[in-house]
């Protein structure tokens, strides 16, 4: 289960084929007059493809890391040039006015949120070149949305457990890098939350999976929880909320999803909690002790998820365009 370049390869070259095709999309717009009647690429004209934005997003997320990790992949040149001619500064304030408009208040709120500051870190960490220059024009769309997060969290009694686009674990998990290297404010606030909305949990029964779901709602409040918690206080809390999991109990967990049709958007997602399970066991594992009760059983739990989904990243557009990237979760842990 690694990241080689010629998975890389492969991947970025899906990435490639869509974070350009502006059509089919589904909008997430409000429209407050006719002046708002628009289409994608006059949106949002970095993040116009790959069927949505949050999918366009991630589908740059995967170039960079892709980029980072192989430099010398075959698709590298292709991926610079789309940095640099994408990426630009009026650009990236086209898509902070966008955001700050008055009805765009819930947009892409949280996964979308997320995305970006995901994307922002890995761009943080190129050394230079197309990806470094990226990292520095994109930022001031990242701190916007940070901005976002900050107003937001607050106002969050409660997390939506979900596993889908609404998932408060997933979102507070996949913002946590950037957050703790650039926002303390944030970061601190995600730990709160994380902390005040998961920290009581107790035997979850792990009702799942819903026919929509690309998360595990279970496995993913686990891996929020191990990124926000010391090592010792997150066995003590797994220990806690999954009581029996080394005796392979709640059952659902540990079995791979099928998936009955793969040209069905909603079906597809059932892909993409395969993959997300995956990237959740491997993580939660590399961070068990020797001889943990769970160690053996999660870490084949990754395997048997990641080969029941990894062959169907390709082949239907209502998978294709986003699917990659979870599979490079699971490949090449955050």
């Known amino acids: 289960m690694t990241f080689t370049i010629d998975i890389a390869d492969r991947f970025a070259q899906l990435a490639l084929s869509h974070v350009g095709r502006e059509y089919p999309n589904k909008l997430d717009h409000v429209i407050t007059g006719e002046a708002d009647i628009q289409g994608p690429r006059a949106l949002h004209p970095i993040f116009f493809g790959s069927f949505d934005w949050h999918s366009c997003v991630h589908g740059y997320w995967l170039l960079a890391r892709a980029l980072r990790r192989h430099p010398m992949l075959t698709a590298a040149a292709a991926i610079g040039a789309l940095f640099d001619t994408r990426i630009d500064s009026a650009s990236v304030r086209a898509e902070c006015a966008y955001i700050e408009r008055p009805s765009a208040r819930g947009f892409e709120r949280p996964y979308g949120w997320a995305w970006l500051l995901a994307l922002q870190a890995e761009l943080d960490l190129h050394p230079g070149g197309a990806g470094g220059r990226a990292a520095a024009r994109l930022r001031p769309l990242a701190e916007l949305i940070a901005q976002r997060f900050v107003h937001f969290l607050p106002l969050m009694d409660y997390p939506v457990r979900t596993g889908v686009h609404s998932s408060s674990a997933f979102a507070l ?134 080969d029941a989904s990894l062959a169907s990243v390709a082949g239907d557009y209502m998978g294709e365009h986003w699917l990659a990237t979870f599979a490079t979760l699971a490949l090449d842990l955050l």
């Open 173 to 306: 998990r996949l913002a946590a890098d950037f957050a703790e290297c650039n926002d303390r404010v944030l970061f601190e606030l995600m730990c709160e939350k994380a902390r005040s909305w998961y920290g009581a949990d107790r035997d979850a029964q792990a009702w799942e999976p819903s026919q929509d779901d690309f998360l595990s709602p279970v496995l993913m409040e686990a891996e929020c929880m191990r990124r926000f918690l010391a090592p010792d206080a997150f066995g003590k809390w797994l220990a806690d909320f999954l009581p029996r999991a080394g005796a392979g109990t709640p059952a659902a967990l540990f079995v791979p999803v099928r998936v009955s049709d793969r040209t069905d958007g909603k079906i597809a997602h059932l892909d993409g909690l395969n993959l997300s399970r995956a990237w959740c066991w491997r993580a939660i594992a590399q961070n068990l002790p020797e001889g943990h009760p769970l160690l053996v059983r999660a870490n084949a739990a990754a395997r048997t998820h990641l």
